[in-house]
């Protein structure tokens, strides 16, 4: 900027809005809250050094600056050496994305869910410019907006408060190019100038054409170019979306060229002249003088013009999220055509008074020192790229994140977020991660249980914690620790709403009862087994007759006769709940030596016994439970009647042995400390008033969660037992894994 002179009682400010087909100088100053405009020049390129807003020779476009600087100086009398500059809107990318987030369980949306979505969208559209960004450039966003949202899949305005499973959104997206900001740089240093500020030309536009006041409402700017139409929306104070179609101006030059039979120069002179409402006259090509009036002129524009608006009206929309604008303004020379105003208000389906040209009356304020020069729409970009100097919202800044210092376009709504996405961090490591999930068929049908949920990122800014939204500003220092995952899913087949502990099965007109399993990618497993992702599980209501014969520890001869509901059974039939089994085993007499027949018996009974107490061991090992001695186990007590086990008591005439009655005490709060053998030790049972079987599982550790075999054996003094049977004093128990 130039200093303060006496001549300029403000500091003056130095402005180029450098387009495609010319470069507009303006200098001024501002005072008593009013701008002052010094001088301006213009300098039309020479060649095609720039096209649809960016530089593709940086030496002519330099040549053309200097030059516009060298006039401007000459007219003020004083150096200039420093600019303020603005991209063109029609350079912006935009990428649209959809994102889902699904919640566990239906439940009612809050606005932390709603900006975990947005914020999500904008960090996908991020990593989609990204992977379709073949010139290997940085890029940075300039703002995002929510095209449509979506509960349970269906399309909605708004999600707050609305109850649900699954929210979406389709989020639009925009970045300017690293390459068209160090296009600018390097034009304006190879002219001899620094940069004071850069901003967007729609927001340059805006500092003129829509006063502060106007932003807290859902307006569109729309700036009709020569070759595009550059596009912005505004709500809540900011300017939430940006768009362009590729479609202005010169389109219409181009119609009044071959409508009346001109060449592009003589086109432009009526198209700028049917505002003046008089007989236009003109020269066509072949050099004979012609008239026509701008209702003719307007007439044959009408169809082009109908083509433009439609898709100026249908690219709000679409950055507004599905629905029209409060109202439009217009800037540029493309919109001063009369019909172009009303055609775009009967598209957008708003009142025609809704839509208006900026122009004089909104440069009122602005003071030109040279009288010479027109107020109209074309100047609004111009002086404003000056004004937001002022500002300085709309700017490069730097911060530091991680102790890594990195660059952020300023939009005056900056947050740390923006600031982690810039950096390249993770969206994943901002937010909780939750742990793996499984997912598997019960029954055929798909289930899918998530994992839990870690703990956030850790945010500090300037030292301090810190929300993921902060608002940020230049120099600031963000620390972000990254989230953490929680724990994985975990689904043993016992916690499944399918299963049921056991089956009962009547055996020879006793009830047996056994363990429920089910199938798990064909295999048998106990309701302890933990289901792994991709697994197959159907829930097994049934036991074979080969499965129940093995169970009962029966070996079936050729000659034995099974029966399942009175009719004859074969080894694969299934047995359901309260079946009922008969076993009818006979076996031809053969015979053989009883000596031998003993002998093996006592070798078989051995090898069981041997067999059993390995098991115990291990399974003590495995528990942890100290063995206080190695005694022998007794034989079962006989069965009473209906295969009730009678109550143990000592012979007949003789007294009760201390040791028998210590392992029965009652306590002063009513319960009873029950002392048992488990394979071999001695354990106390406490905190109840009776025992039953499964109490002892409180009592030891064995783990059920890690199947050693098919089945967990349980046995009392002996002789099978379930988990139901009623424990009593010295009763003599074995738990073991069997295949």
């Given at each position: 900027?130039?200093?303060?002179t ?41 060649t095609?050094?720039?096209?649809d ?95 449509r949202y ?15 499973a ?14 068209v ?87 432009e ?12 006259e003109?020269?066509d ?20 013009v ?10 709000i ?39 208006a ?18 107020k ?8 404003g ?5 002022y ?113 009962r099965?009547?055996v ?15 295999e ?5 087994y ?6 197959e ?12 014969l ?9 000659d034995s ?13 299934p ?122 599982f ?40 069997s295949?």
């Open positions: 900027m130039a200093a303060k006496d001549r300029y009682p403000g500091q003056l400010v130095f402005g180029l809005d450098i387009g495609t087909r010319s470069v507009v100088g303006t200098v001024g100053y501002m005072f008593n809250k009013s701008f002052h405009v010094v001088a301006m020049h213009t300098k039309m390129h020479e095609r050094s720039m096209l807003g960016q530089i593709h020779d940086i030496a002519a476009v330099s040549d053309t600056i200097a030059e516009v600087r060298a006039e401007l100086q000459r007219k003020i009398g004083q150096p200039l050496n420093n600019v303020c500059i603005a991209a063109a809107g029609r350079v912006l990318r935009t990428v649209t994305v959809h994102v889902e987030q699904k919640f566990e369980e239906e439940r009612d949306i809050n606005s932390e869910d709603i900006y975990s979505l947005e914020i999500l969208g904008a960090q996908r559209a991020y990593e989609e410019f990204l992977k379709n960004n073949t010139l290997n450039m940085r890029f940075y966003r300039v703002g995002y907006t929510v095209e979506y509960l349970n899949k269906y399309q909605m305005t708004e999600l707050l408060n609305h109850r649900g699954e929210i979406g959104a389709d989020v639009i997206a925009t970045f300017l190019p690293d390459e900001v160090d296009g600018l740089y390097k034009a304006v240093g190879m002219a001899g100038l620094n940069v004071a500020d850069l901003t967007l030309e729609p927001i340059a536009a805006m500092e003129v054409a829509i006063p502060k006041s106007y932003r807290m409402l859902n307006l569109a700017l729309v700036d009709i170019g020569a070759g595009t139409s550059d596009i912005s929306v505004t709500r809540d104070g900011a300017i939430v979306a940006y768009g362009m179609i590729p479609s202005a101006g010169d389109e219409l030059t181009e119609v009044i060229a071959r409508e009346f039979l001109t060449d592009f120069a003589e086109a002179y009526i198209k700028t002249n049917v505002l003046e409402g008089k007989p236009i003109f020269t090509i072949m050099g004979l003088k012609q008239k026509t009036t701008p209702e003719e002129v307007e007439q044959k524009l009408l169809p082009t109908k083509t433009i608006t439609r898709e100026i009206s249908d690219q929309k679409r950055l507004n999220g599905g629905k029209p604008v409060s109202a439009i303004f217009l800037v540029g020379g493309g919109g001063k055509v009369p019909i172009f105003a009303k055609c775009l208000a009967e598209e957008m389906e708003i009142a025609p008074e809704r839509v040209v900026r122009g004089e009356e909104v440069l009122k304020d602005i003071d030109f020192k040279d009288t010479r020069i027109k109209d729409s074309l100047l609004v970009t111009p002086i790229i000056c004004l937001n100097y500002n300085q919202n709309n700017n490069f800044i730097f911060v530091g994140f991680n102790d890594m210092q990195i660059k952020l376009y300023d939009n005056a709504h900056l947050q740390v977020v923006d600031a982690a996405m810039q950096a390249g961090f993770s969206n994943a490591d901002l937010f909780p991660k939750r742990g793996a999930e499984v997912s598997y068929t019960i029954n055929g049908k798909t289930r899918v249980v998530r994992g839990e949920l870690g703990e956030g990122a850790v945010i500090t800014l300037n030292g301090e914690t810190a929300p993921i939204n902060a608002r940020i500003k230049a120099g600031d220092n963000i620390r972000v620790v990254p989230s953490t995952a929680g724990a994985d899913a975990v689904v043993p087949i016992n916690s499944l709403p399918e299963y049921t502990d056991s089956i099965i009547n020879n007109e006793k009830t047996v009862v056994m363990p429920k399993f089910a199938e798990v990618n064909g048998l497993q106990s309701g302890y933990e289901i792994q992702d991709g697994d599980v159907v829930m097994r209501d049934y036991y074979t007759v080969a499965q129940i093995e169970f009962l520890d029966i070996q079936k001869e050729s006769e099974i029966y399942v509901n009175h009719e004859e059974a074969y080894s694969e039939m047995v359901y709940e309260n079946f009922s089994v008969d076993l009818e085993i006979h076996q031809e007499e053969l015979m053989p030596d009883p000596e031998e027949v003993a002998k093996k018996e006592e070798e078989k009974a051995k090898k069981k016994e041997e067999a059993e107490k390995k098991k115990a061991e291990e399974l003590l090992k495995e528990a942890g439970i100290e063995r206080k001695s190695s005694p022998e186990i007794p034989e079962a007590a006989p069965e009473g009647k209906g295969g009730e086990r009678p109550e143990q008591k000592p012979e007949e005439g003789k007294e009760e042995s201390k040791d028998w009655k210590d392992m029965q005490k009652k306590m002063p709060d009513g319960t009873t400390e029950l002392t048992v053998k488990i394979n071999g030790a001695e354990v106390v049972l406490k905190g109840k008033k009776d025992y039953i079987y499964v109490d002892v409180e009592q030891i550790h064995f783990d059920l969660s890690k199947p050693k075999g098919k089945l967990v054996v349980t046995k009392l003094n002996g002789m099978r037992a379930n988990y139901a049977e009623k424990l009593r004093p010295g009763d003599i128990l074995d738990i073991y894994w295949n």
